[in-house]
């Protein structure tokens, strides 16, 4: 059974640095495109990067710069290092495939972004 698991979140303050983790079971991991997706109170979920098999990366504009998306295939782990946080960062973070598969939806972790 595919399990992703996201952990890593926390309350932090303007300016400030979190390193989110994802681990995956099973061959969810290997050979696809995984992305990390946030979900704000009141918002739509929303794709915030992604990265292939080979490493090649995507961002959305709003994180472009400040965040960055890493995976270790042998550990079957993907990381969003998010740097020079802002309150509208504030959401929930999920881990899965890119384009996303439902079941595949974790409980996510919180990131909570407030002075």
């Known amino acids: 059974q595919v399990q992703l698991v996201e952990s890593g979140g926390g309350s932090v303050q303007p300016g400030g640095s979190l390193r989110l983790s994802c681990a995956a079971s099973?061959?969810?991991?290997?050979?696809?495109?995984m992305g990390w997706y946030r979900q704000a109170p009141g918002k739509e979920r929303e794709l915030v990067a992604h990265i292939t098999r080979r490493y090649s990366t995507y961002y959305a504009d709003s994180v472009k710069g400040r965040f960055t998306i890493s995976r270790d295939n042998a550990k079957n782990t993907v990381y969003l290092q998010m740097n020079s946080l802002k309150g509208e960062d504030t959401a929930v973070y999920y881990c899965?495939?890119?384009?996303?598969?439902?079941?595949?939806w974790g409980q996510g972790t919180q990131v909570t972004v407030s002075s």
């Open positions: 099973g061959s969810v991991f290997s050979d696809t495109y």
């Open positions: 899965n495939r890119v384009p996303p598969v439902s079941a595949y």
